[in-house]
């Protein structure tokens, strides 16, 4: 039987690339009395956490290879769709997310009609820890960047711990399906479009706290992984996408 918060259907994707010992973890941690289901989408895993998050309830999408998350990401919405979910939420898949504040995510959407909530860990009230050095600063920098092209100040632009309406992709202005989208670039072209069409945003403040090293270290690259999630912000500010 689902369970309904506020009479919406809500789901929590999270994606999943080789996260033993902490995808089974964030799975457990979800309040199953708020989220009616929890998908967990494999993008290509060897080392068995696809099974192990099943195993605690989640639903399993296999990819059956690597992708990227943001090819990831599109199979969670265009699942949550088909589904008729009103509502997602996005986790990391390792664990550095915070599955109880969830609710901080949702209660804009259902009680101030927010069409995309964003969590910051920089915002009053927000947490961070064990994050390295290099992705401080990054993390910093890319709001700013994105502050700029977008319009609207925000503190945090690379956060994955947000909720949207899923509504939102029958505007066919927010095209999420384009190619260049597959890896990282997905989650800062969606945030921008979003703001840039004028639907309603709010930031809330989040924790964001990184796993122990010897669970493994975070699968983006210092250049490659942060010129993904940076590139999206130079070519639509130049209008080269869209």
């Known amino acids: 039987m689902l369970i309904l918060f ?41 080392d068995g956490s696809p099974e192990s998050a099943k195993a605690k309830g989640a639903t399993l999408l296999s990819l059956g290879r690597t992708y990227g998350v943001g ?5 969670g919405i265009e699942y949550a769709i088909a589904q008729n979910f009103d509502i997602m939420v996005i986790m990391a898949g390792n664990n550095k997310d915070n599955p109880d504040e969830i609710p901080r995510l949702l209660n ?84 921008y479009k979003i703001i840039k069409l004028g639907y309603k945003t709010r930031e809330v403040p989040v924790t964001k706290i990184y796993p122990p090293k010897k669970l493994g270290i975070t699968k983006m690259r210092p250049i490659t992984g942060w010129w993904s999630i940076f590139r999206p912000l130079f070519l639509l500010g130049l209008r080269l996408r869209k």
Not at 117 to 146: E, M
């Open 71 to 75: 090819v990831a990401l599109r199979k």
């Open 6 to 46: 506020e009479g919406n259907r809500i789901i929590c994707v999270a994606p999943c690339f080789n996260e033993l010992h902490k995808i089974d973890k964030v799975v457990s941690r979800i309040d199953k009395s708020i989220v009616d289901e929890i998908l967990v989408v494999d993008d290509g895993s060897t």
């Open 108 to 191: 804009p959407i259902i009680k101030d009609n927010c069409d995309f909530v964003q969590g910051s860990r920089f915002k009053k009230g927000g947490q961070y820890g064990d994050i390295p050095l290099y992705r401080i600063l990054a993390t910093r920098l890319h709001p700013l960047i994105f502050s700029i092209i977008s319009g609207k100040w925000v503190t945090e632009s690379t956060n994955g711990f947000r909720a949207f309406k899923l509504s939102l992709f029958q505007d066919k202005r927010i095209n999420i399906w384009q190619s260049w989208l597959d890896k990282y670039e997905l989650e800062p072209y969606l945030y």
